[in-house]
């Protein structure tokens, strides 16, 4: 990665010689010394023909004599972590901190870097003892505790990643979105999959509690509750997610459908429910809904004058779909055979619609992650749907 940056190796051993050299002469040596400058120039040899064990080794003795060449030592160890060999990276930052001659601020960069080290070459445990002792240093601190959440996410572990958050959330906005409550309801999915059902309700009781915005817990709340049968519960948990956030309406809609069936709920109140939400949001997955229900409850003919009356309002290629299909059921002779070459094309338009795509990195796919797989963002991405002027919109 980033291969010129290790052109610039002289230039920041260089820095250091300056630096010392400076040094000897505020120290009113006149000269750095014969010596001292043989010395690097032998590093910087060893260091430009690959050499970097006597490289190192050379530079090192260099640091036994002049502090300040110290930050030249850590850019150095930097610059082979950047250049991908992170065994001399850790070398090199190892070497510094084992030889005592740092100050506070130097030790505290020093091990920074090394727990950088060890994190690209997927050492999680060493990373994480190294930013845990970092997370009260004034200067170290807040950098320290992002490294770790980035750490307890990657390895799942959501407790971990919770106490982190908070501690970070005190510091001010945390860099990926990251919440508590989104950590509550990965806890409250690993319970579900194992069957923990009280377990996974405490978790999701704390996450509605710790963001009433929550629109992720109150859909694993009521996908645990169909799970038990408790549909009228689910039904309660599915309303709450149109107030939490209207882009998500779409999510409940076939498990809403589900719960009124259940429940020998009256097909004319569900009827009811998705025209409001047609008509408030002008939805097009509700329209859909709606056009669905109308079919089985009333027939084609109701169905298909209600998708003419969407398509005049918000006409979009699903609504059109929708509608060859229902105009396939009683078409016969030759205007069947034209409707299903329409029907066949624009299914095929349809084909590469997405269902969801990231607000912050673009990332655009059929499942809904509440972490974006591109980005790591939490909560970017968000359903593309045609809302009131037809196009695609996120409800951004
Ligand atoms: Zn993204």
């Known amino acids: 990665m980033q291969d010129w940056l290790f052109l610039l190796l002289p230039v920041a051993a260089a820095s250091g010689w300056f630096a010392a050299k400076n040094h000897y002469i505020q120290k009113g040596r006149g000269d750095p010394g014969q010596?001292?400058?043989?010395?690097?120039?032998?590093?910087?040899?060893?260091?430009?023909?690959?050499?970097?064990?006597?490289?190192?080794?050379?530079?090192?003795?260099?640091?036994?004599?002049?502090?300040?060449?110290?930050?030249?030592?850590?850019?150095?160890?930097?610059?082979?972590?950047r250049r991908g060999d992170l065994?001399?990276?850790?070398?090199?930052?190892?070497?510094?901190?084992?030889?005592?001659?740092?100050?506070?601020?130097q030790r505290a960069l020093a091990q920074y870097e090394l727990g950088l080290d060890y994190l690209r070459s997927g050492l999680f445990d060493r990373a994480e003892i190294i930013f845990g002792n970092l997370i009260d240093h004034p200067g170290r601190g807040r950098a320290a505790l992002q490294q770790l959440l980035a750490i307890f996410q990657h390895e799942k572990e959501w407790q971990k990643a919770i106490e982190c958050t908070r501690k970070l959330a005190r510091l001010g906005k945390l860099p990926h979105g990251e919440s508590v409550a989104q950590f509550?309801?990965?806890?409250?999915?690993?319970?579900?999959?194992?069957?923990?059902?009280?377990?996974?309700?405490?978790?999701?009781?704390?996450?509605?509690?710790?963001?009433?915005?929550c629109v992720r817990a109150n859909l694993l709340l009521?996908?645990?509750?169909?799970?038990?049968?408790?549909?009228?519960?689910a039904l309660l948990a599915l309303k709450q997610v149109e107030a939490q956030d209207p882009a998500y309406i779409q999510?409940?809609?076939?498990?809403?459908?589900?719960?009124?069936?259940?429940?020998?709920?009256?097909?004319?109140?569900?009827?009811?429910?998705?025209?409001?939400?047609?008509e408030t949001y002008g939805l097009e997955s509700a329209a859909l809904a709606l056009?669905?229900?109308?079919?089985?409850e009333r027939g084609n003919g109701r169905a298909i004058e209600h998708l003419q009356r969407v398509l005049e309002?918000?006409?979009?290629?699903?609504?059109?779909?929708?509608?060859?299909?229902?105009?396939?059921?009683?078409?016969?002779?030759?205007?069947?055979?034209?409707?299903?070459?329409?029907?066949?094309?624009?299914?095929?338009?349809?084909?590469?619609?997405?269902?969801?795509?990231?607000?912050?990195?673009?990332?655009?796919g059929n499942e809904l992650h509440w972490r974006c797989p591109s980005c790591r963002h939490w909560v970017a991405m968000r359903p593309v749907t045609a809302g009131r002027s037809g196009s695609a919109s996120g409800f951004q």
């Not at 056009?291 to 089985?296: D, F, K, V, Y």
């Not at 066949?344 to 997405?354: H, K, Q, T």
Request: aromatic share 8%; with cysteine; net charge negative.
């Open 35 to 81: 010596e001292f400058r043989q010395a690097y120039c032998r590093g910087l040899n060893y260091l430009l023909s690959e050499k970097t064990d006597k490289a190192i080794d050379t530079f090192a003795s260099l640091l036994e004599s002049d502090r300040e060449t110290i930050e030249t030592h850590i850019a150095l160890g930097n610059l082979f972590r």
């Open 87 to 105: 065994e001399r990276a850790i070398e090199i930052h190892e070497n510094l901190i084992q030889k005592g001659v740092l100050d506070t601020e």
């Open 291 to 296: 056009a669905r229900q109308l079919r089985t």
């Open 222 to 233: 009521a996908r645990m509750r169909m799970r038990d049968g408790l549909y009228e519960e």
């Open 184 to 213: 509550l309801c990965e806890l409250a999915e690993e319970a579900l999959a194992a069957h923990r059902n009280e377990e996974a309700f405490q978790w999701l009781e704390q996450a509605r509690a710790e963001d009433t915005g």
């Open 313 to 364: 309002a918000h006409p979009s290629l699903k609504t059109l779909n929708a509608m060859t299909g229902l105009l396939l059921e009683e078409k016969n002779g030759a205007q069947r055979e034209a409707l299903i070459r329409l029907d066949r094309a624009i299914d095929r338009l349809c084909a590469g619609a997405v269902r969801y795509r990231c607000s912050h990195c673009g990332f655009s």
């Open 251 to 278: 999510e409940i809609l076939e498990p809403l459908q589900i719960c009124y069936e259940r429940l020998n709920k009256s097909p004319a109140e569900l009827m009811g429910y998705l025209g409001y939400v047609y």
